[in-house]
C-alpha cells in the first residue's frame, strides 16, 4: 500500500486529486501540502512514495522542491503536474529527476494510470510527449524547437528565475551557489538563446507561457 502526499497552493485542486486517489485501492494515505516549505516539512515528518506537485507553488518553484526531494528522499518518487502545455516543462523535469508530467487538464483515467505508473517504479510520460521526444531523437538539430528545449536543467532553473525578475545574488542565495556561478549559468543562458538581456528572457518565458 502507498502513501500520496499532493502539493499544490489551490484548495480546489488538491481536493479533485484526493477524490481520485481514493478510487485508487493501492494508495492507503493521502496527505496535503499548500506549499513547497509545506511539502518538504511533511516529507521530513513521514516516509511518503509519491509526491504529486504543482510546478508554481508559491513560495518557491518545483524544480528547486524536486532537486531536493531527489537528493534528501530518493524513495520518494515525484509526479509534476501543471497546467503549461507538456512542451513546455516535461524535457526538463523528466532530466532533473521527475518520474513523470502529466496536465492538468488530462482525463481522470490518465490521472490514475500516471499514479499507478510511478507507484510501480516507472517513469509515466504521455503519448504526445513520446511522440515528441522520438521526434527529437530523429533531428536533433531541429531548428523549429523552442530555445529552451537546449538548456541544461540547472540553466532552465535559472532562467525561470531570471525571467521571473529575480535577481542574480537572490538566485545564488536560494540555490547555495555563488554569485560567480550563477552569473555564468546567466551568461550561458543568453549565448545559448542569444539573447543579450534578461528583459529579452523575461520576453520570451512570456510569449512561451513559461511564466504566468
Sequence with gaps: MSRVLIADDHAVVRSGYRQFLELEPSVAEIGEA???????????????????????????????????VISGYPDTRVLIMSGLPEEQYARNVLRAGASGYLSKG??????????????SGRRYVSSYLAEAMAADLESKHDHNQPLHV???????????????????????????????????????????????????????????????
Excluded at 44 to 63: A, C, N, Q, V
Excluded at 106 to 119: H, I, N
Excluded at 155 to 174: P, T, W
Design 106 to 119: 488530462g482525463s481522470p483515467e490518465e490521472f490514475l494510470k500516471a499514479v499507478r505508473t510511478v507507484l
Design 34 to 68: 499548500i506549499s513547497g516549505n509545506d511539502a518538504l516539512d511533511q516529507l521530513r515528518s513521514k516516509e511518503w512514495d509519491l509526491l504529486l506537485m504543482d510546478i508554481h507553488m508559491p513560495d518557491r518553484s518545483g524544480l528547486d522542491i524536486l532537486k531536493h
Design 150 to 212: 537546449q538548456l541544461s536543467t540547472r540553466e532552465f532553473q535559472i532562467f525561470c528565475k531570471l525571467a521571473a525578475g529575480a535577481a542574480v545574488s537572490h538566485i545564488a542565495d536560494e540555490l547555495s551557489l555563488s554569485v560567480k556561478t550563477v552569473s555564468t549559468y546567466r551568461s550561458r543562458v543568453l549565448e545559448k538563446m542569444s539573447f543579450a538581456s534578461n528583459a529579452d528572457i523575461t520576453g520570451y518565458a512570456l510569449r512561451n507561457g513559461l511564466i504566468q
